[in-house]
């Protein structure tokens, strides 16, 4: 047990030495995932909505659903935590292996690339949460008592889909297979969860 703390003390001494090197890859990333592109973070926006929109229309029109508050809404709050995960998760995955160059050259903690992917799609979640409270807003819904508890759970979030995306990232570096078939659990697993 103290040679396990040790190790993770170890691992978050590393991670905190090298932030600088975290936050050159977080900005890189973020530049090479918008910099040519119309939108710009609006892809952020616009992916949760457009989700958000068929969704509305399947389970307002062809299957009702009674969620207690606006459907739009209920959908784009799941939605909006469910694209944080899978775009994690799908960068990720290849985040280690996209980068051999420098997994080869010089020596820092490999932990680096799939937090640096999560950090993009938080930028995403922070931006995407922009329209969660025009929303609130456009429906007239107040926040719930409950928000006491939002840094928990998003807290909890993070740590879960961080967790998960260092053990894809790690296994696709054996087994090149896990990209393609995280693509069919991220499907399956956005329908067996509480989002729909």
Request: aromatic share 16%; hydrophobic share 55%.
């Amino acid at each position: 047990m103290n040679q396990l703390l040790a190790d993770c003390r170890e691992m978050l001494s590393e991670q905190v030495h090298y932030r600088d090197l975290l936050y050159e890859m977080t900005r890189r990333d973020l530049l090479i995932r918008y910099k040519q592109t119309v939108m710009g973070f609006g892809w952020a926006i616009f992916m949760p909505l457009v989700n958000t929109a068929v969704f509305s229309v399947i389970f307002t029109r062809v299957a009702p659903i009674d969620t207690g508050i606006p459907y739009p809404l209920f959908a784009y709050c799941g939605l909006l935590a469910w694209n944080f995960s899978a775009s994690t998760l799908r960068s990720s995955v290849t985040s280690l292996t996209s980068n051999a160059g420098l997994v080869t050259k010089v020596y820092f903690p490999r932990e680096i690339f799939p937090f640096s992917a999560m950090f993009v799609s938080l930028v995403d979640l922070v931006v995407g949460s922009s329209v969660l409270i025009a929303l609130m807003i456009w429906y007239q819904v107040p926040p719930a008592r409950f928000i006491v508890f939002l840094p928990v759970v998003v807290a909890v979030q993070v740590v879960f889909t961080a967790a998960v995306s260092l053990f894809v990232a790690m296994a696709n570096l054996f087994y090149r297979d896990v990209k393609y078939i995280l693509e069919v659990v991220i499907t399956l697993w956005m329908f067996a969860t509480w989002v729909v």
